[in-house]
């Protein structure tokens, strides 16, 4: 027995699976999904199997960090026994080091809200550093008997930048991250792999999750609580919705959604048929996706709102003589959804781009007195719109006389709330009484005017307030990009790239709370976009 046992521990510690740490995450303001394939390909995803970006990083890869708000990654490698941290801005494919005296002997990332400086925990200085040339120099964050082992620490930043956690193995430090020292909470929660972090939206609790236990801890300081989960193992394979009131943990072949208070079961979905191990989970907080990592190298997706499972990717291909064919639109083996983007043909003025980068940024047309943006740009939103004005414009844009939008036959509404189910009560009025009041109640809502709220939608404001996307299917832009900006404002980038109906990839720009796609030119809307309305576009 106790060679068994022995057996066993040598496994752990030797098994290149137990010695990394971190496999997905949720970059660029949730509409991005970062994963770091097992041979330390980084791939990053708009929507499932969209492909904005593809890198290689080789062997040697411990851990990463994506940014909140910025579209960049850091990659902790260690090869020939010294450690570097780099960071991938893959919107431009871009690698800058970082400083080596800042990063030496690094265990663990996690980037600062804005995307602009690095947590870096130092075990062997007991702290943690914030490396960033915008602060004008170093700051040091104290962590007394911060463990160095072999599992790479997890590190997290909650919203605002209010509150930092670092964790190991067998412990986690917590407290302020601009203030002088975490405190230890000495809590077993994995011994094979490295626990996971969640801070909730409102900052005011972190889940952490391992093999061994879940717990829930106030970000202020207190007392750790154990979650309970029913019929659901603990696993570091887990993500937050929205609102924080839910875990979706990953167990096996299942996807599950538990309550965060209580730990228990609420809903089970099939992501896969058999028991691989998941390794990583993450949602992406814009389109409602969760994707789940696994351990023998396959993602997979699972959208609450249309109840279904995508994946895996990459697709699984029967084995034939010669070199396999590239994906087409009537291979049977990969839904439509989950195939990669097609890249866009080029234009006899621009150079050939390799396929997953996104296109190369054009000028919007916008008419006169109207500031021109680029869908590839950042930059910002201006001045907070007029509450009334985007309501008034919504209302007109998607009014039957205003001939901006055709509607297909069979057109429908989809809304999702915060844990990313289907409001059907939402969506049945919206059939109902049109999508023009839905569009008008929700930018009412989010924009803090509840007053604005259409009469026929008040007493539903209570429901509407927790929406956190919808989208109209079936309704097609038919107006110029010009005459969309008349009516809702000047276009402003997203960052975000779908893949349209003919498999290209394009830029998706918002006009007031509508999302829409604009095809390769930037002068007009792609071939098929529909329209979204969201309240992260709104922000």
């Not at 430090?173 to 626990?195: N, Q």
């Not at 680029?374 to 039957?400: E, I, M, R």
């Not at 009412?444 to 109209?472: K, Y």
């Not at 030119?521 to 992260?536: D, H, I, K, R």
Request: aromatic share 6%; hydrophobic share 45%; proline share 10%.
């Amino acid at each position: 027995m106790r060679r068994v046992a022995l057996c066993l521990l040598l496994f752990a510690l030797v098994s290149p699976v137990s010695a990394v740490g971190g496999w997905l995450a949720v970059a660029n303001g949730g509409r991005d999904t970062v994963w770091r394939q097992p041979d330390g390909t980084f791939q990053v995803f708009g929507r499932p199997s969209e492909i904005l970006a593809r890198r290689e990083f080789g062997s040697g890869v411990l851990s990463f960090a994506a940014a909140p708000d910025a579209a960049r990654v850091a990659v902790h490698l260690r090869r020939g026994g010294a450690d570097s941290v780099v960071v991938w801005d893959y919107a431009s494919d871009t690698v800058t080091a970082a400083p080596d005296a800042a990063v030496a002997q690094s265990a663990g990332l996690a980037f600062a809200g804005d995307g602009r400086s690095l947590f870096v925990a130092l075990p062997g200085g007991g702290c943690v550093r914030e490396v960033g040339g915008f602060l004008g120099g170093e700051r040091l964050l104290a962590a007394p008997r911060l463990p160095a082992t072999d599992l790479d620490l997890s590190v997290a930043v909650s919203a605002l930048d209010l509150y930092l956690a670092v964790a190991s193995a067998d412990c986690l430090y917590l407290g302020a991250s601009r203030g002088r020292e975490l405190v230890r909470y000495d809590l077993p929660l994995s011994a094979t792999a490295p626990p996971s972090l969640r801070f909730t939206r409102d900052a005011r609790w972190l889940v952490a999750a391992g093999d061994s236990q879940v717990a829930v801890l106030p970000s202020i300081g207190g007392v750790a609580r154990r979650l309970t989960l029913s019929g659901v193992p603990a696993t570091p394979a887990f993500d937050l919705s929205s609102d924080g009131g839910s875990l979706f943990v990953a167990d096996a072949g299942r996807l599950c959604r538990l309550s965060v208070d209580s730990g228990r079961l609420r809903e089970a979905n099939t992501l896969r048929r058999d028991a691989a191990r998941p390794m990583d989970a993450a949602i992406s907080t814009v389109f409602g996706a969760v994707a789940v990592a696994y351990e023998d190298g396959k993602l997979y997706w699972y959208l609450p709102g249309d109840q279904r499972t995508i994946g895996p990717y990459p697709p699984v291909r029967p084995r034939t003589l010669g070199p396999p064919a590239p994906p087409g639109p009537g291979d049977p083996s990969l839904p439509p959804a989950a195939m990669p983007p097609r890249p866009a043909t080029p234009s006899p003025t621009s150079p050939p781009r390799p396929p997953v980068k996104p296109p190369t940024p054009q000028v919007v047309a916008t008419p006169p007195g109207t500031a021109a943006t680029s869908p590839g740009s950042a930059t910002n939103a201006g001045p907070k719109p007029d509450a009334y004005a985007l309501v008034a414009s919504a209302q007109a844009a998607l009014a039957p006389t205003a001939q901006l939008f055709t509607v297909q036959p069979g057109a429908a509404v989809v809304v999702l709330d915060h844990e990313y189910r289907r409001m059907r009560d939402v969506e049945e009025l919206a059939t109902k009484q049109g999508a023009a009041g839905l569009s008008a109640a929700l930018s009412a809502i989010w924009l803090g005017r509840p007053d604005l709220v259409p009469t026929v939608w008040q007493p539903l404001a209570q429901r509407l307030a927790t929406v956190d996307m919808a989208e109209l299917r079936g309704y097609q832009p038919t107006a110029p990009v010009g005459r969309f900006e008349a009516v809702l404002g000047a276009a402003v980038p997203t960052g975000t790239q779908q893949r349209g109906a003919d498999g290209q990839t394009r830029p998706i720009v918002r006009f007031g709370v509508f999302a829409l796609t604009l095809d390769a030119t930037g002068a007009a809307f792609a071939p098929g976009c529909g329209v979204v309305l969201s309240a992260e576009y709104l922000k």
